[in-house]
């Protein structure tokens, strides 16, 4: 990802907020599982 754009960036749908999330350099190596926007997401997956 490096010299993309932001505007350019891969963008997922939220499994529990079903809002869009941008890629993050923390998640480089595996953006493919990536699910949840943020850890509050990922634990109240259930609700």
Partial sequence: ???VKKE???VKIC???N???TWR???EK?????KYC??????NKNI
């Fill in 15 to 17: 499994f529990a907020c």
């Fill in 25 to 27: 350099k923390k998640w």
């Fill in 8 to 10: 350019n960036l891969p």
């Fill in 38 to 43: 943020s850890d509050r997401c990922r634990n």
């Fill in 30 to 34: 595996n953006w493919n599982e990536v």
């Fill in 1 to 3: 990802m490096k010299g």
């Fill in 19 to 21: 809002k869009p999330f």
